[in-house]
Nanobody, 123 residues
Framework: QVQLVESGGGLVQAGDSLRLSCVAS????????MGWFRQAPGKEREFVAR????????DYADFVKGRFTISRDNAKNTGYLQLNSLKPEDTARYYC????????????????WGQGTQVTVSS
């Protein structure tokens, strides 16, 4: 079984930055892919970014446009999402997800999720 625990969310002003963390435990991550999704009130959960655990290959949603950076620390079994130049429309609950061998950009196709961390951006 896989456990994912996110942290790092908060209330910030437009233009500020945050770094979200996701600690993974329970299974080996050697072939895993970790990703971040977000869900705003009244909207569907959407893909933000993903990274392969072994090679560090990254993939981003178009709306990220260079503002967000995904990374991981293999030694700490921790993934990160750096959020820069935050906008009010980035307000959402951000979820970490893990695929043992692949991670879909379609939320319903992924099995392992954290509980989420709230990011609120005021104008």
């Amino acid at each position: 079984q896989v456990q994912l625990v996110e942290s790092g969310g908060g209330l910030v002003q437009a233009g500020d930055s945050l770094r979200l963390s996701c600690v993974a435990s329970g299974r080996t991550l050697a072939s895993a892919v970790m990703g971040w999704f977000r869900q705003a009130p009244g909207k569907e959960r959407e893909f933000v970014a993903r990274i392969t655990w072994s090679g560090g290959r990254t993939d981003y949603a178009d709306f990220v446009k260079g503002r967000f950076t995904i990374s991981r620390d293999n030694a700490k079994n921790t993934g990160y999402l750096q959020l820069n130049s935050l906008k009010p429309e980035d307000t959402a609950r951000y979820y970490c997800a893990l695929g043992l061998y692949a991670l879909s950009t379609v939320p319903a196709e992924n099995r392992y999720w954290g509980q989420g961390t709230q990011v609120t951006v005021s104008s």
